[in-house]
């Protein structure tokens, strides 16, 4: 059997301010396998980003451990979890952080450069993507020519354009209308399913989650099986 892409076992997370401490996980324990869409709900507070941020490799836990493709990484030094996160993970975003200067094409390639590929190679990684995300004739046009549903699926691309093995998404269709929502989560799913890598969704909506393989409730610092 295939190790899981991400494990957490028993992550807690903890905020200090002055002598008060507010546990916002407190043995959260989560298996995400390859290829496998995995929705997290739960009321705002409930500490989803901060769960993301740990599985992404962004913030440390107090307590517990991250197992990323079976390695413990919870304890890395930063700069091998910076390598980590360039090599292995994609993140999406509610605000797609486009680069105003760059057109589409090469906002999604700059992962690729940034991490030492070829311009010519990176660029046509890119444009796979982008066609994939029936971005073909809009690739050459800078963010601002771009409606936002657009926008976001070019963010989408750039997510995945270093084939990640797991993909971090905070309320990817967070400002898109329902119709633009459903456009843009599509191509999420279509491209993440496509190349096999294992998508954790934190959302608010709930019309999201008929089409995750699983869908877990973030809770008094817990995971649990939504209900629905």
């Known amino acids: 059997m295939a190790e899981p892409v991400l494990e957490l076992r028993g992550i807690v997370r903890e905020y200090r301010t002055g002598p008060d401490v507010l546990k916002v996980l ?4 989560l298996v995400l396998n390859r290829g496998e869409l995995v929705g997290l709900v739960g009321p705002s507070g409930s500490g989803k980003s901060t769960l993301l941020h740990t599985a992404g490799l962004l913030e440390r836990a107090e307590g517990g451990e991250v197992l990323l493709d079976g390695e413990p990484v919870l304890r890395l030094s930063d700069g091998a979890r ?4 360039r090599e292995k993970l ?10 105003p200067e760059f057109n589409a094409l090469d906002n999604v390639a700059m992962p690729l450069m940034v991490n030492g590929e070829k311009r010519k190679a990176a660029r046509e990684r890119a444009e796979v993507l982008l066609a994939d995300m029936g971005l073909s004739d809009r690739m050459h046009h800078q963010p601002g020519q771009l409606s936002g549903g657009e926008q976001q699926r070019v963010a989408i691309a750039r997510g995945l354009v270093n084939d990640p093995k797991l993909v971090i998404a905070d309320e990817p269709t967070g400002n898109l209308d329902p119709a633009t929502t459903d456009r843009v989560f599509a191509s999420l799913i279509k491209i993440a399913r496509s190349e096999g890598a294992a998508v954790l969704v934190a959302t608010h909506n709930m019309a999201l989650t008929k089409h995750m393989d699983r869908v877990l409730t973030l809770e ?3 995971l649990t099986t939504f209900a629905g």
């Open 220 to 222: 008094d610092g817990k």
């Open 26 to 29: 407190d043995g959260a324990d």
């Open 90 to 99: 994609g993140f999406v975003y509610q605000f797609h952080h486009l680069l």
């Open 82 to 85: 910076t390598r980590l996160r």
